[in-house]
C-alpha cells in the first residue's frame, strides 16, 4: 500500500504516525497529524512565485521552481512588517499576568506567500465545506498563523480550515508612476488573496475540501477586505459565503477609499526617501533591501491605513458605493462587532471635554443628537469607545447587513459582548479582537478562560461551521438565529448565554443611516 493510501486510513486515529501525503501543483507535500486530534495540517504550500526583486510590486505570478518532495511542517515566515502585533500580544500577555516572553520574535521575509491547511479528511470525495480565513493586522501587520488562528479545532467540526498570507503595507499597498502591468497596478495584498483563492479552487478537492462550498472569514482588515472582495469582479465565484468580523466602517466611508493617484503619488514620496527619482527610480526602489524599505518607509509614513484603493482595476469605485448601488456580490454573510472595540486603547484619563472632541471629530456622528446619546453613560472611556465602534464598526455593519437582507434575506449579524472573568477581563473588556480565541477555540493558557468561555467557543464555532456547511448558522441544539432585517432588527448576542436580541446603539446607528443617506 501507497504511503498515501496509508496517510489517508489514519483520519481520525488518535495514535497514527505515519506522516501524511498530498500531491499537489506538481508537487508532493509531506504534513503532520495535529496532536492526538486525527486532523492533519500542511503548513507553508506556496501559492505564488516569491514576489522577490522585478516581481516586488507586482501582482503574484504562478510558482516556478517546484520540489519534488516539499516538507510542509513548519509556518513560512511572515510578511515583511513592524512588530506592532507582536507587541500587542506581549502586552496582553503582561495584563493577564503573563510573561510577554511566550512570544517569541518575528522571522519576517519577503518570500511569505504561503497558506496552511487543516484537514480532518484527505479523500479527495470527502466535499467538505471550505473555510479561508483572512488575518487582520490595518494591511500593514498580522500573520497567516497567529496564536489564535490555528484552524484545528474548525477543522474537528468536519471544515477544511484554511489561512493565507498575504503582502502587507509598503509590499502589498503601494502604487507607482511607472507602474504599468494591465493586470496590476496597486493593491497588491488583495491581488495575492484572490491568486490564494484561485490557488484553492484548483486543488482543494485534493485536501478533503469542496470547491463549491468555500467561505472566507476574516476580522478587522482581514474583513475590510473581505468586503473588498465581495464589491470586486476580480473575485466573483471564488467563494460562496463570507464572515466578516468587525470591521464595516472602512467600506462606508469615502476617506477611507484612496485613489490610483493617492498610492502613486505616495510611491514616488517613497522612492524619494532614498533619492530615487527619473526614469529608474522604480527599478532602484525595486533594489532596495526589504528591511530597509520597510524601515524608512515606516518612519516616513507612520500613521497610514492601508485601505484598498479605487485603482479602476480591482477596484472601480468605492465600496460604500457599490454597496449603495447595489452591486455588492450577493451571497450570505454574518457580520458584527465587539462591545468594547476600543475601550482598552482609549486614555484612562479622559474627560468630558474628549467625549466632546470624539463626537466632533466623528465621520458620521457629529451631531447633537449623537452627543445627547452619551449623557448618561457615566464612564466618559465608555463614552468614547461606544461613539468610535459605533462610527467605525457597529453601524456600518448594521447598514450593511439591513441593505443587503432587504434584497436578499441572507445577512445574519452578531453583537459579542463576553468579558473574561478576574481583573484582566475588566480592564479589557470585550476588546478589538476578544471574540477570536472563541471563534478557532484557541484560548492563550495565560488568559482567564472559564467553563463559560468553553461553552461560549464551543458554541460559536458550532454557528461558523455551520454557516459554512448550509449558508445558514442555524442548527440543531442552538438558538435561533434569525435574519438582520426589518421591523426588528435582531443580533445573536453572545455573552455568557447566546440569544437574540434588539441590535444595540439604536440611537447613534440611527444617525449613522441618515448621514449615509443624505438625509
Known sequence: MCRLALALLCVGVTACNIQPEVEVNGEVLHGEYFADTGVAVFRSIPFAEPPLGHLRWRPPQPLGMKLAYREATAFAPVCMQSPRILEWYRDMAEIFGSSPDVFEDLVT??????????????????????????????NKSGWSYEPNYHGHALAKRGVVLVSIAYRLGVFGFLSHPDLDDDNGIANFGLWDQVTALKWIQEY????????????????????????????????????????????????????????????????????????????????????????????????????????????????????????????????????????????DSTPKDVDEDDVVQAVASSDHLNTPEALAAMQSETDHRKAIDRIL??????????????????????????????????????????????????????????????????????????????????????????????????????????????SPTAAPERILCRVFRESIDGH
Open 109 to 138: 521575509s519577503e518570500d511569505c506567500l504561503y497558506l496552511n491547511i487543516w484537514s480532518p479528511d484527505l479523500h479527495e470525495d470527502a466535499a467538505l465545506p471550505v473555510m479561508v480565513y483572512i488575518h487582520g493586522g490595518s
Open 204 to 343: 482543494i478537492r485534493q485536501f478533503g475540501g469542496d470547491p463549491e462550498r468555500v467561505t472566507v472569514f476574516g476580522e478587522s482588515s482581514g474583513a475590510q477586505d473581505i468586503l473588498t472582495l465581495m464589491a470586486s469582479d476580480k473575485a466573483a465565484g471564488l467563494f460562496h459565503g463570507a464572515i466578516l468580523q468587525s470591521n464595516a466602517g472602512f467600506g462606508i466611508s469615502n476617506r477611507n477609499s484612496p485613489t490610483l493617484d493617492d498610492e502613486r503619488q505616495r510611491g514616488v514620496q517613497t522612492a524619494e526617501i532614498f533619492g530615487f527619482d527619473g526614469a529608474d527610480a522604480l527599478q532602484k526602489l525595486r533594489s532596495v533591501p526589504a528591511q530597509d524599505l520597510l524601515n524608512a518607509y515606516e518612519e516616513r509614513f507612520p500613521e497610514y491605513y492601508h485601505s484598498p484603493a479605487v485603482d479602476g482595476q480591482f477596484l472601480k469605485k468605492p465600496v460604500w458605493q457599490i454597496i449603495k448601488d447595489g452591486e455588492l456580490s450577493g451571497i450570505p454573510f454574518i457580520i458584527g462587532s465587539n462591545a468594547d472595540e476600543w475601550y
Open 389 to 498: 465602534t459605533a462610527d467605525g464598526i457597529l453601524c456600518p455593519s448594521q447598514y450593511l447587513a439591513a441593505t443587503q437582507s432587504a434584497s436578499n434575506d441572507n445577512a445574519w449579524m452578531y453583537y459579542f459582548a463576553r468579558i473574561r472573568d478576574g481583573g484582566a477581563g475588566a480592564q479589557v473588556r470585550a476588546y478589538h479582537g476578544a471574540e477570536l480565541p472563541y471563534v478557532f477555540g484557541t484560548h492563550d493558557p495565560w488568559m482567564t478562560t472559564t467553563a463559560v468561555d468553553w461553552r461560549l467557543s464551543d458554541q460559536m464555532i458550532a454557528y461558523w461551521t455551520q454557516f459554512a456547511t448550509m449558508r445558514d448558522p442555524n442548527a440543531d441544539g442552538l438558538p435561533d438565529w434569525p435574519f438582520f432585517d426589518a421591523p426588528n432588527y435582531l443580533v445573536m448576542e453572545f455573552t455568557n448565554i447566546p
